[in-house]
């Protein structure tokens, strides 16, 4: 068992400009525990459009607005040439550097080990594009990252709510994706929340109840066997769901768990993982 220490959270607030659809910058997780092993995510993805007649991405480069100006904390040339790929790294900082490319999106992502409140500021994603007949154009986003501290796990979530030696928490505000809350569920203590009965999917509905979050992740992952859902932690296969009418339709590849509060939608949903929404956590405590 687990208990819940109510020390100092910080809180990396994430606001992100988007220069073009299909370029995306996310930072995760949002929240992390003073003293604790921290990390700090930054994922830069350019998804190609074949209407614009690209043929080449030149470069995808990660960086950080300075006094000085910017440094590169990240460039990755010709990703599209796997024999060509090699990412360079600034030397001054604790990464690690993923590079991954599925079919026409491509990631590029920098995980700070041991990040620090010098890591806040403002990144830029920067990707170079050739396209059909040779000429070159730059597609960009920045994110800002600042850092806050906070005493009070009330001033992030709803709860707790208590059954059968378990606190239950409703996050206040919306993980960037799944990764991202069950990375804040850990900070917590615990885990995203497993609903395993009636009570504790009544326990959930009581979390929303009076507050504006209309959906919410649970753990759930829709497994290789169609129609077949495990708990993510444990391997283990659910023992319940509530399936909203007409659900799950795995839409766009919904392979994640969520909750919905809308009028007369109390029930279980399948979303993409990648989607930005609140999420319940649970949390094994001593009576």
């Known amino acids: 068992m687990q208990r819940i220490h109510l020390t100092c ?37 350019w998804k190609g459009k074949e209407s614009l007649g690209l043929v080449q991405v030149k470069s995808i480069q990660i960086m950080k607005e300075t006094e000085q100006g910017f440094e590169e904390i990240a460039t990755l040339k010709h990703p599209d040439d796997t024999n060509m790929t090699s990412v360079q790294t600034h030397p001054k900082y604790d990464i690690e550097v993923t590079y991954w490319r599925h079919q026409n999106c491509f990631t590029l992502s920098v995980l700070f080990t041991k990040p620090s409140l010098r890591d806040a500021g403002k990144y830029t994603c920067l990707a170079v594009e050739a396209d059909a007949i040779g000429s070159s154009f730059n597609v960009n986003a920045s994110l800002n990252v600042t850092s806050k501290e906070d005493c009070s796990v009330d001033q992030w979530y709803f709860g707790p709510k208590t059954y059968n030696n378990r606190k239950y928490y409703l996050s206040k505000f919306a993980a960037l994706d799944i990764d991202d809350a069950i990375s804040s569920c850990v900070s917590l203590g615990g885990y995203l929340m497993e609903v395993d009965d009636t009570s504790e999917f009544r326990i959930a509905n009581d979390l929303a109840a009076n507050t504006k979050v209309e959906r919410a992740f649970i753990a759930g992952w829709h497994a290789k066997v169609e129609n077949k859902w495990i708990y993510p932690r444990t391997g283990q296969a659910m023992t319940f769901l509530k399936w909203r009418l007409g659900q799950p339709d795995n839409l766009d590849m919904e392979h994640c768990l969520e909750i919905g509060f809308k009028e007369n939608e109390k029930d279980n949903n399948d979303i993409q993982c990648s989607f930005d929404n609140a999420f319940f956590c649970e949390i094994e405590s001593t009576p």
């Open 9 to 45: 959270l910080l809180l990396y607030l994430i606001s992100t400009t988007y220069a073009d659809e299909h370029l995306q910058f996310k930072a995760a997780p949002n929240v992390f525990l003073m003293n604790a092993a921290n990390e700090l995510s930054l994922k830069c993805t």
